[in-house]
């Protein structure tokens, strides 16, 4: 049973930092897709970012230069490093999985709980 357990949500001044993780389980291996989306109050949910084994995407172009996406996979955890944030960043967070490679449509199999970021100005 795959498993996202995301955390590192808080409340930050705009031009802040914060990392977020997502600690994973249930897979055989590394090569799976990983992702980041958002959902901020009243919007639908949007791709940030996404990840497979060492290889990596941004989606949102109001995240590209700001966002990282990271992994390790020895500890089988994701990473989304957010510099300069700003108001606009706040939302829920979600981690999400989908086994195999990432394709061209941002539909993952898997999802966790979210994680809060609130920015404010």
């Known amino acids: 049973q795959v498993k996202l357990v995301e955390s590192g949500g808080d409340s930050v001044q705009a031009g802040g930092s914060l990392r977020l993780s997502c600690a994973y389980s249930g897979f055989s291996n590394s090569r799976n897709c990983m992702y980041w989306f958002r959902q901020a109050p009243g919007k639908g949910r949007e791709g940030v970012a996404r990840i497979y084994f060492y290889s990596s995407t941004t989606d949102a172009d109001s995240v590209t230069g700001r966002f990282t996406i990271s992994r390790d996979n020895d500890k089988n955890t994701i990473y989304l490093q957010m510099n300069s944030l700003k108001p606009e960043d706040t939302a829920m967070y979600y981690c999400?999985?989908?086994?195999?490679?990432?394709?061209?449509?941002?539909?993952?199999?898997?999802w966790g709980q979210g994680t809060q970021v609130t920015v404010s100005s």
């Open positions: 999400a999985a989908a086994s195999g490679v990432c394709l061209s449509s941002w539909q993952p199999n898997y």
